[in-house]
Structures are given as structure tokens and as C-alpha cells.
């Protein structure tokens, strides 16, 4: 399967930890995308990366989230000091490039988190 | 602000009723209009990219359309793995990221 892919699928912890987040987007897109989705609404961009520079950061994104794409490749976002209101489904999205036109965005299977 | 509206939020069909998921949006130049087709539990799956007004795309029994204001998606004759949450995404000019911008999604369910 050549699609992006996130891991883990699923993750439950407690408030005050910790966690880390891992996307492989697809192989030759060179922009990554992560969005954040809470139960009956639509995704909410994050943050964004073209090659292994973060170029946007959405105001929601607080201090104790910090993401990273070290070599243009894969992608890891990290939250800390987890909250119960981080409780959501993080999703990544790649993308070949934006013409003048719209690019089509490609998404792995998210990771649920569930902060107790 | 731009702002993206999808109506209704939840609509029940039985198997080959056709209907319309309707898209509004108000935004600062439209670069892209796409639709999303979302199972619970997995990732949007692409469907259709849309560009300018008056543009159709066709895939099996979906049929999406889009105008100056609003894009629609119109079931044909749907069947039960049609169940699903749609999402209406907008790619604005004044972004260079290419960053979407979702609606809230219409959960659909078709049955038998």
C-alpha cells in the first residue's frame, strides 16, 4: 500500500503525559499537512510543511504542540502535557505540490486519541 | 471570514432515492473546491476536485457540480455502502500552503 500512513492507530493516555505521533506520507509529495477533527465536525488545519520546513502554524496549535519533518520525509507530531480537551482524531494529509489551481490532498487513517 | 456551510448535517435515504448534499461557501478566492467521502473511524477519502463554475465531475453514482456560491453532490439511485459522512473543502487563493478548510460534513445513511 503507497498510501500515508499514520501510527498509532489509537492511543489512550493520561492527562499531564506525553505523546508522540508518527505520519509517512505518500513517497514522492513533498507537502505534509496535519489536521486535527473532534467528533461531528470537519478537520481543522494545524500545521503545514513544504520539504522539511514548517511554513504555517494554525493559532491553534498552543505551545505544548510542536511538530517536525526532519529530511522532507516522514513527519512527527508531538503533544505535551496532554489535556482532556486534545481528546480528538489527528489527521495527515500529503500533496504533490500547489499549482495555480488546487492540489488534491491525500489522508492516512488518522490517529484517535483519548486523554483521561 | 471564510467560511464553509454544508446542509443538511444528517439525511436518511432508502436504497435508490436520489438526493442532493449541498456545499455553501464564502470565501476570499476559490483556488480548488473538493469533495471527501469519510467511513467512521478512517481517514476522508478523496473524491472530486472542482476548479471553476459551472465545472461537473462524475464517479459511479455521485455527481458533483459547483457555482459561484455553493457546490452540490448528487446521489443517484444510492445503495447502502453509500453510508457516509461527506465533506465540502475549500482551497482559498490567498493561501500559498494549500491548506483545506472543511465543512462540518453530512453524515449520510441509505437503507435497504
Known amino acids: 500500500d503507497t498510501g500515508v500512513s499514520q501510527d498509532p492507530r489509537h492511543k489512550i493516555t493520561k492527562r499531564g503525559q506525553n505523546v508522540t505521533f508518527r505520519c509517512d506520507p505518500i513517497?514522492?509529495?513533498?507537502?505534509l499537512y496535519w489536521y486535527r477533527q473532534t467528533l461531528g465536525q470537519g478537520p481543522e488545519f494545524l500545521t503545514y510543511?513544504?520539504?522539511?520546513?514548517?511554513?504555517?502554524k494554525s493559532r491553534l496549535l498552543s505551545d505544548r504542540f510542536s511538530a517536525e519533518r526532519p529530511k522532507g520525509s516522514f513527519s512527527t507530531l508531538e503533544i505535551q502535557r496532554t489535556e482532556q480537551g486534545d481528546s480528538a482524531m489527528y489527521l495527515c494529509a500529503s500533496s504533490l505540490g500547489v499549482r495555480e489551481m488546487g492540489n488534491e490532498q491525500f489522508f492516512g487513517p488518522g490517529t484517535r486519541l483519548t486523554v483521561l | 471570514e471564510d467560511q464553509v456551510t454544508q446542509s443538511p448535517e444528517a439525511l436518511r435515504l432508502q436504497e435508490g432515492e436520489s438526493s442532493s448534499l449541498n456545499c455553501s461557501y464564502t470565501?476570499?478566492?476559490?483556488?480548488?473546491l473538493f469533495w471527501y467521502r469519510q467511513d467512521p473511524g478512517k481517514g476522508p477519502e478523496f473524491l472530486f476536485t472542482?476548479?471553476?463554475a459551472g465545472e461537473e465531475k462524475e464517479k459511479e453514482r455521485l455527481k458533483a457540480t459547483l457555482t459561484k456560491k455553493e457546490s452540490f453532490l448528487h446521489i443517484t439511485a444510492p445503495k447502502p455502502e453509500d453510508s457516509a459522512t461527506y465533506l465540502c473543502a475549500v482551497q482559498i487563493g490567498s493561501s500559498n500552503t494549500g491548506k483545506l478548510i472543511f465543512g462540518q460534513g453530512t453524515t449520510l445513511q441509505v437503507k435497504p
Open positions: 470565501v476570499s478566492g476559490l483556488r480548488g
Open positions: 472542482l476548479y471553476s
Open positions: 513517497s514522492e509529495h513533498n507537502r
Open positions: 510543511f513544504q520539504n522539511e520546513a514548517q511554513l504555517e
